[in-house]
Each structure stands twice: as C-alpha cells, then as structure tokens.
C-alpha cells in the first residue's frame, strides 16, 4: 500500500494545481496504521501473570490468553478505525479457522463505531456454530450503515438496549424482538330494564337507596397481537441504571427481552 501511494506521489509531483497534500496525509496515515499495528503494546495474561511486549497472533485463540489492545484514538483516529476494522475481521476468520474450538473465543468492542461491513456482519453471524462470541458496543445505530443496521440486529443473538435511547433507535429494536399474543378483558357495565312491574319497582327502590342504577357486566375476552417493548416505551419508560436485554442459547432458543436493573441497590 505505501509503494502504491508513493507510486501516485511521485507521478502527480509537480502537475498543475496538484500540491500533493492529499497523497501525503493518504500515506501518512498508512504509514502510522503499519507502525500501530506492528508496535502495539499488548498486554497478555497467561496463567495468572501477565506479560507485556509479546507479540501476539489470532492464532493463539486456541490458547488460553487473555489480550487488551489499546487503540491510538485520540492520536491517530483514522489509523484506530481502520484497526479496529481489521481485528474484528480477523477474529472473525480466526474463530472460525480454529482446529480446537473447545475453548470459547470473545472479543469486545467498547466503540464499534466504523468497524462494521458486509463481510463482518456475516462473519458475527457464522460466530456461534465456532463456539466464538463478539461485544459490540454502539452509541446509536446511526454509527451502522443504514443497509447492515437489519441484518445486525438479526445476526447477533443477545441485544440490550440501555436507558436513554432515542425513539427511531428504539423502532430498530421493537421490530427485531416482534410481537407476541396477549390477552385482554374488557368489562362493560350496562343498565338493566326490567319488564315485568314488581321488578321494576324492586329496582327503582334500590336505586332510591343506593343511588346507583341497577346494572350487569358483561366481560369480553380477546387475543390481541402486541409488540413485546414499543420504541415509545423503550426511550421513555426504561429507568436510568437499567436495560431491556433479550438472550439466545447457543441452541437457538430465544428468551423474551426483559427488564435488567444495572446499578446495584443503594
């Protein structure tokens, strides 16, 4: 890639109105992505100690290991994007190229932001069968391309929603955990007429007493089709310090989402 952008550097040098600003900053970042992703300094614990300045491998997921990797975002945010890219997309071929999968594979993201494509999403999808698992982390959905913010939701198997989001984030996640039957009583309250002359003088004295008409009820029992949490209800009626969390087993069997409380009891 650097040959490439010095290639294109040196044939637009000294054409008109080119000043070659644009290939520079273009190889430059290539340039600070090539120096991250061969100097970052990774953090291992194996066995209960930890060692740093090893290099490490996807391949080692086989291995016990236990890796943080710390992005230059505020440094470089172009080059931690585009790493960031990178990891998840060879994790997801890693897990999946594993002759061991015995042990289980998870990576997290705490900014998924950027980091999602075509190719991954499908990837994240095929994660579970290689007894792997993938966190991502996303302010909104407005951070996922609009084509892949469907097919996200319906490839990862667990979705939580935390207190504060907006209602068309909130639509995204009640059209993925559908809708459910549920029943509804309506009691209606209707006045009764009598017919016959003892009856009705019998109910005209109890209404003289009571101060109530005589009435009956009559109770309709109904299934109705209804959304499991409304976008309405998930931006406004999820307390602070709690989530709507819905799971899958690893068998496919889905759990209804359900209210979570985060934050520890005072």
Known sequence: MLRELDVVACARKGAPG?????????????????????????????GGSERRGRPFSLRALEHP???????????????????ARLLLAQFNAAA?????????AFLALDDASHTLTPETVRGVQRLRSANAGVLLTLRTLDDVPEPLRTPLLGAVGCRMAFSGVTTWDGQRFAEAWGTEWVETRDVTHRTVFADQPLTRAIHAFRKLVTGKAVTTDAVTVRQVERERWSASELAHAVPPG????????????????????LSGTG
């Open 18 to 46: 080119d000043t070659g600003l644009g290939t520079r900053r273009r190889a430059d970042s290539a340039r600070t992505g090539r120096r991250s992703a061969t100097y970052f300094d990774v953090g291992a614990v194996v």
């Open 65 to 83: 290991v236990r890796v943080r990797v710390d992005l230059p975002e505020r440094a470089h945010a172009d080059a931690s994007r585009m790493l």
């Open 96 to 104: 999946a190229a594993r002759a061991d999968r015995s042990l289980f």
């Open 242 to 261: 709690c989530a709507v969390l819905s799971l899958t087993s690893v068998r496919g069997e889905r759990a209804a989402p359900l209210l979570l409380r």
